[in-house]
Structures are given as structure tokens and as C-alpha cells.
């Protein structure tokens, strides 16, 4: 098992410069590990992201990557994932993936094997079993365990509003109730249900990738899509300046582009810490009590991260792995 041969070590000020880089959103150092396995076994960065990314999947990171977590209303899993190439500025992304485990190899499959960029709901399904990939379900006895305790609590909590019945006391079926009032309800925040897995992995010569994968927000309603499989909102990689990925509440991080808004910072001269802080205080602007968090490199080997400051959650922790870390190093940053 990868946590045997992992040494971890808790480092709380940003870092760099050192080529190849790994950083990871989390501590999931499996998935760091496997990620920095890649490119020192002279895989490319794509492979490294996708390892990584695909270490997680396997893994079932903290229920919210891979199969078996988040149901959605009707009780099933669904996946988003996404991979960029940052020399070429291709993307490969799927959302609202059925009965397909392997999300970041379908994302890769889009980028690799066809001329468009996303592919959602049963058409990526059916897509990525033309390509090989094994149908399987993604139900497990704990997406079925939570999906149950959902609906004995009265379908709480949910992410409807200006509907009847009344979502904050009863289930659905719904339909369109009074006229629409800006957020009647506040959003469910479950700080361990959007922890999308973002890899970026920069050679050292250094040429980018970034890449996500989750299985998105528990109970949310079918077809939903956030931030993970969106280009520029989950994750985003330009060989000439460095790349980004973020983790959160994906319905408000998409609206703002953060990955995207901190490469280019990047690419102006920001210091990685600086960019991704930049990014995160957009969003916060906004929406003061939204829970997110974004990590940055560039293409000189230096990293940092920033997140937005909540109740119990006020720091943030990341994997990074070079030549100077000696393996998977946990780092943390103090939440604003």
C-alpha cells in the first residue's frame, strides 16, 4: 500500500523552487505519491495528473472522489473529471459520468480520442464504453446507507428553493412555487462533502498539467455539474505561466473562474500564494461564507494556496512532492 512507503511531513509556509513538482488539493498523499511515481518512472505530466487523480478515484478519497459517495436525489453517484494539457491547451472533461469508475481516464479519452472538450450525463457513459471502459455500479452499502438517512431526515438538507412542497420541511416531487425571492434558503455547507481531488504536475522542464475529479455534492439534484469537469473554474494549466485547481462549494467557484483568474495573475508575475489568495477574495467579495479553497505553482517550481476562513474551517491543508521534499509533504495554510 502507498501509506508504507509515504513519509509525510507538516510544512506551513509556501515553498519552492524545485522541478518536477506535484501539488494536490487535501492530503491525499496516495495520490501525490502516485502522481511523482509517474514522472519519475518518465511518464508525462498528463500521466502523473491522471495517476493521481486516478489514486483517489480507487480510493474512494474521503467519500467525495470515486464511486460510492455523494449520492444525488434519486440515490446514485455520478462523476465529473477533468484534464489539461498546458503546452497544447487541450481539455478532456466528462460530468454527471454513469456506471464508470474511471472518470479522469474518460476526461483523457475526450482530450485524446475526439475534437471536443466535455461530454455530460448517459452520452459520456456511453462514450467511454465505446472506448473500453467496464460499465459498473457505482452504488455502494455506503452511498446506499446515506441516500436512506437522507430521505428518513425529510430530504435534508437539499438544494431547492422557491418550490412546493416546502424543501426546508418535506420531499419532493416539487414543483414552482411563489415568485422568486434571491436566496431564500442558504446553501447546505458540508465541509467534507466537496473535497474534489486537483492534481498539478509540472516536469522539469516545465511543461503543466492539472487535472480534477469528484463525485460532486451530496443529495444535490440530478444532472447537477460544478466546478470540477468547467476549464478555468476547476482546474486550469498554461505551460508559459503554471497552473491552478480548486476545491469547494463548485456551484459559487464556477460563477468566478478561479483557477483561470490565478494562472493569469501568475502569468502578470504573482507569486503563486498572492494569485491564489487574489482568486479566493474575488469569490469572497461576493459571497463572504463560501467554503473553497484553490492551490497555485508556477512554472519555476514554486507553490502556495489560499482558502476562505469558515467555522471549523480555518486552515487548509495540501500535498506537495519534489526533489527537495523526500516524498509527499503535508502542508497547510491559515484560512482569511
Known sequence: MW?????????????????????NTWPFKEAAAAAWEALQSGGSVLDAVERGCRRCELDQCDGSVGFGGSPDETGETSLDALIINGDTMEVGAVADLRRVKNAIGVARAVMERTHHTL??????????????????????????SLYT???????????????VPDPATACGPYRPGPARTPHTRPPPTDLRAHDTIGV???????????????????????????????????????????????????????????????????????EPSAACTAAIARTKRHYPEFFG????????????????????????????VSTETRGPSLHTVDCF
Open 3 to 23: 501509506t508504507s512507503l509515504v513519509c509525510v511531513m507538516l510544512v506551513t509556509s509556501p515553498g519552492g523552487a524545485s522541478l518536477p513538482l506535484v501539488v
Open 149 to 163: 438517512r437522507w430521505l428518513q431526515a425529510g430530504c435534508q438538507p437539499n438544494y431547492r428553493q422557491n418550490v
Open 200 to 270: 498539478i504536475a509540472i516536469s522539469g522542464k516545465g511543461q503543466v498539467a492539472a487535472g480534477t475529479s469528484t463525485n460532486g455534492a451530496n443529495h444535490k439534484i440530478p444532472g447537477r455539474v460544478g466546478d470540477s469537469p468547467i476549464a478555468g473554474a476547476g482546474a486550469y494549466a498554461d505551460s508559459s505561466a503554471g497552473a491552478a485547481a480548486a476545491t469547494g462549494n463548485g456551484d459559487i467557484m464556477m460563477r468566478f473562474l478561479p483557477s483561470f483568474l490565478a494562472v493569469e495573475l501568475m502569468r502578470g508575475g504573482a
Open 293 to 320: 479553497a484553490v492551490i497555485c505553482a508556477n512554472t519555476t517550481g514554486h507553490y502556495g494556496a489560499a482558502c476562505n476562513k469558515l467555522p471549523g474551517f480555518p486552515q487548509f491543508s495540501y500535498m506537495v
Open 119 to 144: 461530454l455530460v450525463g448517459e452520452s459520456a457513459s456511453a462514450f467511454a464504453e465505446d472506448m473500453g471502459f467496464p460499465a459498473e455500479d457505482l452504488t455502494t452499502n455506503t452511498s446506499k
